[in-house]
């Protein structure tokens, strides 16, 4: 067990250090307590949901591992959610999908869904502290199942899955109402071929119309906000997805909707720290999917790697923060759940705290200098100040596990609570 006094020590050395540069590191960890990242609910059950309970996954998502202890029931999944935010400093949000309904034993399909299926949720979020984001499920249904959703030739499934967008908007923006909270609701559809079709065009002008239709009231946005999502590809549809990321982006421009970049959806060499300054020019705001892939969209634990950092970066030195909405995208089943998410979303915070740790105006006004030679020293001198202290005592200002004592918090809560699943 760390002791306070040596972190409060070995802090006030890292301040001094990181003063030397210019950078006020109470200024930083301010900033860094403002930020809520809005944790995903599906990594604690493998993307299973509660609407069915012999549901499947399908839409190219695939949850490998069978790791013990996912959750079963709403109260076991909110049980877990609630551990691992004690093993993560700050206050958050959560990330809901519409699979993840209380429907209280009473099937009811996804066209027909309104808030009171979701109200347990909102008074739960609300008596955790916790801001909540929301999401259509476009999957896993067996009106999805040949691959077509929004997009589908045939004009009743279509209409089907616009009356459950409606839908969702609709208890999206009532959530953010009741939480006093915008909950930013995020369109994504599995559509797409598995081979080469000849038809591109017919496809996305029917998800043009079908998003149209969804959209068509406007609902108030000190309660919600839109975000639409694209993929490069999916399993069975790994030759065109009709959700592509030219067209959502056209998409998000000329509706003035949110553009969600998810870090696994793009090519193996491309990276969406660099999009974020581009895209801020043409879309109101942004949402991120924090995502860590591996040779394809894997949504593998995201860790503190050079593009989560660079990511982090990209957000502080735009100055456009408050214009980008952070959320994670994973879900591993083969290793334990909890662990997963405290990773994650502990790794998103470093990755911030390193970013806020720079001295952003010295190094631009180098920048605007031409002193590309001082900007690059200077990039890599930073890199071994002492973080890991500021880290540290940040997690001692939370009163959260400090280094990697919640690995023993997450074991206990293994032996007592998730070995007793079967």
């Known amino acids: 067990m760390a002791n306070p006094k040596n972190i409060e020590k070995t802090y006030q050395l890292a301040q001094e250090s990181y003063g030397e540069w210019g950078v006020d590191t109470r200024a930083a960890l301010k900033s860094l307590k403002r930020i809520a990242i809005s944790m995903h609910c599906w990594q604690g059950d493998d993307v299973r949901g509660f609407e069915r309970p012999d549901a499947k996954l399908d839409g190219g998502i695939q949850a490998t591992g069978n790791y013990p202890g996912a959750a079963r029931t709403i109260g076991e999944l909110r049980c877990d959610i609630e551990q691992a935010l004690k093993l993560i400093p700050g206050k958050h949000r959560l990330n809901l999908h519409a699979c993840y309904l209380d429907h209280g034993g009473k099937a009811v399909d996804r066209d027909k869904i309104t808030v009171d299926h979701f109200q347990s949720w909102i008074d739960w979020a609300k008596a955790n ?37 409606v839908a969702c908007r609709k208890i999206a923006a009532a959530i953010g109402k009741q939480l006093n909270n915008p909950s930013v609701i995020n369109f994504w559809i599995p559509d797409g071929y598995k081979d080469i079709p000849v038809d591109r065009m017919a496809p996305r002008q029917r998800l043009v119309e079908s998003l149209d239709s969804i959209f068509t009231e406007t609902l108030n946005q000190n309660y919600i906000r ?59 705001e942004v949402l991120l999917h924090v995502s860590r892939p591996v040779r394809w969209d894997s949504d593998h634990v995201v860790i503190l790697n050079d593009e989560l950092v660079a990511i982090a970066q990209e957000i502080i030195r735009s100055g456009q923060l408050s214009r980008i909405h952070i959320g994670l995208d994973f879900f591993d089943a083969s290793i334990n759940r909890i662990a997963a998410w405290t990773i994650g979303m502990r790794a998103m915070l470093k990755a911030l705290l390193f970013a806020f740790l720079e001295p952003t105006d010295t190094l631009r006004e180098i920048e605007h200098q031409g002193n590309y030679t001082r900007r690059l020293g200077i990039l890599e001198e930073l890199k071994t100040l002492p973080f890991a202290a500021v880290w540290d005592y940040y997690c001692l200002q939370h009163d959260v596990p400090i280094g990697a004592a919640w690995l023993e918090q997450v074991r206990d809560y293994e032996t007592r609570v998730l070995k007793n699943r079967g």
Do not use: Q
């Not at 896993?140 to 009743?156: I, K, N, R, V």
């Not at 790994?238 to 970049?261: D, I, M, N, P, Q």
């Open 226 to 284: 839109d975000a639409v999502e694209a993929k490069l590809f999916g399993i069975g549809a790994e030759s065109y997805t009709v959700g592509s990321h030219e067209f959502y982006l056209g998409y998000a421009v000329s509706r003035k909707k949110l553009l969600c970049l998810d870090a696994g959806h793009f090519h193996p060499t491309e990276v969406i720290s660099d999009k974020l300054s581009a895209v801020l020019e043409f879309v109101p």
């Open 129 to 165: 502290g916790l801001g909540m984001d929301f999401n259509p499920t476009y999957f896993s249904h067996p009106m999805s199942a040949d691959g077509f959703t929004l997009s589908h030739a045939d004009p009743a499934i279509r209409k089907f899955w616009i009356d459950h967008g």
